[in-house]
């Protein structure tokens, strides 16, 4: 049986929020030994939660009840406990594979224990602001010191260099300097009252600070070197707008929103359907497929007027057209639709909330969800893999980890510690993993 | 000495559209010899995408085309004929990888499968990105960027409360996939170099929006772990909130700016509208108050109707909240700090001149991502490839030609 791709490699890893969390959940099925350095000292706003003892009040109940993104601010069953940080879901989300270990990063103690950590990893990767690692003192250059084959990877929002390195910007920041806020709104209303809390950046940098690592191991691998790699996030998903880009600098022209339409594809949206707030996505892409919709429907007389005859017509009379497709799937189930275009060879698929992407047939019948058990949450189905490899195949071997969970193994197994050790950093607050030791900031 | 990470490996493309060129595009920025094959006559559809240069619907000048397809050599190949297969083959026993994006019934139809060209080549990495995988119900279904991002992504909470799910502008979904392609991809060739394992990577763009960060995993597990239902919310001025602070986009002087806001920022807020009095203010000593963010809401907006975007940017980057203008293309294009770090580049290709592209999506310290050359015309590399690569002669190279096969 071969092992697993990045069997051996061993990650230590700072990340915070989403992007850096994902990047280093990549690499964590793909097998590497992703070790996350934590602090019992420091809470890591929204990655753990958002604070360290949530009132009730503040746990979502519902999806509509927070700021419309629920869903990011879960706790398992809505409990909070007595370790909120162990049962935040979103930390459960990117959690997968990876290990826990605390370490002081503030006190010299510390960060002799964590260098001990570098000396013996082949990567460091961190997510953090770009003045963090400065203010830590632990930048590239003191790293490579103490491991000089070490690969170092950064991915502050705006990059290591230049006038506004220092930049605060989440996902919503990021997307909104990118241009691709400019780019998603509804054409009827404006950006302030399109509300859009998806943030395609930290998928985006997220996915190429994975692929970042693994190129820079494979030249580690030919050459013994290793180096440091300054992700910008924004600069990692401005090449996924690549299209709104190349047009200005082309022609000068600045693009404006579609909404749920395409440049040349008619009919192209989103469609009500039986039920409430179900929706089918439909894209027709060619007169043939147009035909057979048109079959699809029935034939239905408005299908034969001259306004909808060509691809230009339909481009040109869409509002109309989308009138009389609806009253089509209005009377229909999603599935119902996807299923009856599906077999006419259209591209249509139900919007699936989260409850229908869980059961949804597809991703069950590929295994897409794994059961994983975890000391804190219980037993659950997880999202899974994101491919599939023939040779080495991929799953969940591990729990997302607990706070500290694997402080013993880091000291002890990696380090070599002797219990004497490990009870003196314990004692000094070092390491821990039981309590955050901070004020509260209420 | 090695000039860059990939230099060395060597990539079979045979992907069209979007998600499995970005896949490629990004092994071949960073090093990798990557052969495109496209269809003789027509090519790759997105040569007939726009937008086009100047307008000019020409299929060596679409800028979709010419961005996805840097550092790339261009053949043509009929994979249907006889001879197409058998050059394929020839071709595959010199590659490290192999990257396909067709429909998952092509390859075997063709006979091009996985275990057909195992036995070409063993240690042979072969990607196949496609809508919903090479398994399962929706296998042969056909889909699209909304379509795919409505199935597989978070459309159901992306949009405004009260209307219909709104897909992201773009194909982020496409290029999304063609991102984490390129992780997998690199996961098998770690493995084939490591322990000599070739492979079959099966990518469904369905999943890797299933499984990505923003945020459709998230909102999933919150499904399973508590039953939350994530759904679409109304904008800033009709949300219910939670803080005094404001969240999301608002209207400033010239445009918008998008802010978020986390409980212990309210003394930067204070700072960034240069009133201290605030602080001390009555009505806001409690930040958890929907009530006292209606009041300040009064404030905050009248204060940014009198800055403009780029004003309040610098505002902000000085009080350290996470403020950003919402710009339009030719906003990011000036953008400062990206000038700063040399982000844009210039491509000269032959029918467009020199055109400014996006830059290295992160930089390398030891070694470089650069453009060697342009995305190539229609079978540029023929000649280079048949010839000096598989040793056909120059003869035979015509043969193929009339014979539809190149």
Redesign the interface.
């Given at each position: 049986m071969?092992?697993?791709?990045?069997e051996g490699v061993r990650v230590v890893a700072l990340p915070v929020v989403?992007?850096g969390?994902?990047a280093t959940m990549?690499l964590a099925d793909?097998g590497a030994e992703v070790i996350l350095v934590e602090s019992i000292h420091h809470f890591p706003?929204i990655t753990r939660g958002?604070?360290p003892k949530p009132p009730q009040f503040?746990v979502?109940t519902?999806?509509?009840t927070?700021?419309?993104?629920?869903?990011?601010q879960?706790?398992?069953?809505?409990w909070a406990g007595d370790r909120p940080w162990d049962r935040f879901?979103?930390f459960?989300?990117?959690g997968r594979n990876k290990l826990s270990c605390c370490i002081d990063l503030t006190r010299p103690e510390g960060v002799e224990v964590f260098k001990r950590l570098i000396k013996v990893s082949d990567i460091f990767f961190e997510s953090n602001a770009a003045d963090t690692m400065e203010k830590l003192n632990l930048t590239?250059d003191v790293l490579k010191e103490v491991n000089p084959a070490i690969i170092y990877l950064s991915?502050p929002g705006?990059?290591c260099?230049?006038?506004?390195?220092?930049?605060?910007?989440?996902?919503?920041?990021?997307?909104?300097?990118?241009?691709?806020?400019?780019?998603?709104?509804?054409p009827d209303?404006?950006?302030?009252?399109?509300?859009?809390?998806?943030?395609?950046?930290?998928?985006?940098s997220?996915?190429?600070?994975?692929?970042?690592i693994?190129?820079?191991?494979?030249?580690r691998?030919?050459?013994g070197?290793g180096?440091?790699?300054?992700?910008?996030q924004?600069?990692?998903v401005?090449?996924?707008?690549?299209?709104?880009?190349?047009?200005?600098?082309?022609?000068g022209?600045?693009?404006e929103?579609?909404?749920?339409r395409?440049?040349?594809?008619a009919p192209?949206?989103?469609y009500?359907c039986l039920g409430e707030?179900k929706?089918?996505?439909?894209?027709v892409?060619s007169e043939e497929e147009w035909q057979r919709l048109c079959r699809a429907l029935g034939t239905p007389p408005w299908s034969k007027e001259e306004r909808f005859s060509t691809p230009l017509n339909r481009l040109e009379n869409q509002d109309e057209m989308d009138k009389y497709i609806e009253e089509w799937t209005c009377r229909h189930d999603n599935y119902e639709v996807?299923y009856i275009l599906?077999k006419e060879?259209?591209?249509?698929?139900?919007?699936?909330?989260?409850?229908d992407?869980?059961h949804?047939?597809?991703?069950a019948?590929?295994g897409?969800f794994e059961v994983v058990s975890h000391r804190e949450?219980g037993t659950?189905?997880?999202?899974?893999?994101?491919?599939?490899?023939?040779?080495?195949p991929l799953s969940i071997r591990k729990p997302p980890p607990c706070l500290g969970e694997h402080n013993d193994y880091v000291f002890k197994e990696v380090l070599g510690m002797s219990s004497d050790e490990i009870a003196e950093l314990e004692k000094k607050k070092l390491i821990g993993g039981d309590e955050y030791i901070m004020e509260s900031?209420f | 000495m090695l000039e860059q990470a990939l230099s060395g490996v060597k990539v079979l493309d045979l992907t069209w559209h979007i998600a499995g060129p970005y896949c490629t595009k990004l092994l071949a920025d960073y090093g990798a010899d990557v052969i495109k094959v496209e269809r003789p006559g027509e090519g790759d559809p997105t040569r007939a995408m726009g937008p086009f240069f100047k307008d000019d619907p020409h299929p060596e000048k679409s800028g979709l085309f010419l961005h996805l397809n840097t550092n790339k050599k261009g053949i043509t190949l009929n994979l249907k004929s006889a001879t197409g297969k058998k050059i394929l083959k020839q071709l595959v026993a010199d590659s490290d990888i192999l990257v396909e994006s067709f429909r998952p019934h092509v390859m075997p139809s063709l006979g091009l499968d996985y275990q057909a060209l195992e036995k070409v080549n063993p240690r042979l990495v072969m990607v196949s990105v496609s809508s919903f995988g090479q398994t399962g119900p929706y296998r042969d279904f056909k889909a699209s960027e909304i379509v795919e991002y409505a199935m597989g992504g978070e459309m159901y909470s992306t949009g405004t409360a009260g209307r219909e799910p709104l897909k992201l502008g773009g194909n982020v979904i496409q290029y999304q996939a063609g991102t984490v392609a390129a992780v997998a991809t690199m996961g098998a060739l770690y493995a084939a170099e490591d322990q000599g394992t070739g492979q079959h990577v099966d990518i469904s763009i369905m999943e890797t929006q299933a499984g990505s960060a923003d945020r459709r995993i998230m909102y999933i597990l919150s499904y399973i772990m508590a039953g939350v239902i994530t759904t679409r919310w109304p904008p800033p001025r009709e949300a219910v909130r939670m803080l005094i602070m404001p969240q999301g986009v608002y209207p400033c002087k010239d445009g918008f700016v998008n802010t978020l806001s986390l409980p212990q920022w309210w003394s930067r807020y204070i700072e960034a509208l240069g009133m201290p009095e605030l602080k001390d203010d009555p009505r806001f000593q409690n930040i958890y108050s929907a009530e006292a963010g209606m009041e300040f809401d009064a404030i905050w907006y009248s204060w940014l109707a009198d800055h403009d975007k780029q004003e309040l940017f610098d505002i902000f980057l000085k009080s350290k909240i996470a403020s950003a203008p919402v710009n339009s293309p030719e906003d990011l294009l000036k953008y400062t700090q990206l000038k700063a770090r040399e982000y844009f580049v210039e491509v000269d290709h032959p029918e467009t001149g020199k055109v400014t592209y996006p830059g290295a999506p992160f930089k390398m310290s030891e070694t470089s991502w650069k453009i060697r050359q342009p995305a190539p015309l229609l079978g540029q590399h023929n000649e280079e490839i048949y010839c000096r690569l598989l040793g056909y002669t120059r003869e035979e190279l015509m043969k193929l030609r009339e014979g539809g096969i190149i």
């Open positions: 071969a092992k697993l791709p990045l989403f992007a969390p994902f990549l793909l706003t958002y604070m503040l979502p519902t999806g509509a927070f700021g419309g993104s629920g869903g990011i879960t706790y398992v069953d809505h879901v979103m459960h989300a990117l590239y991915m705006l990059g260099s230049g006038p506004h390195k220092y930049c605060t910007v989440f996902g919503a920041q990021l997307q909104a300097l990118a241009g691709h806020t400019w780019l998603t709104r509804y209303l404006d950006y302030t009252t399109t509300q859009s809390l998806i943030f395609h950046s930290d998928a985006a997220g996915a190429t600070a994975a692929f970042a693994l190129c820079a191991l494979r030249y691998k030919r050459t070197k180096q440091f790699i300054d992700l910008a924004l600069e990692s401005i090449p996924h707008l690549g299209e709104a880009i190349m047009d200005y600098t082309m022609n022209r600045v693009q929103p579609l909404g749920n395409h440049p040349f594809m192209h949206g989103v009500r707030d929706w089918v996505a439909i894209s892409s996807m599906q060879g259209i591209a249509a698929g139900p919007v699936l909330d989260q409850r992407a869980f949804n047939a597809q991703l019948s590929r897409f949450a659950h189905l997880y999202p899974g893999m994101l491919w599939k490899m023939g040779s080495t900031i | -």
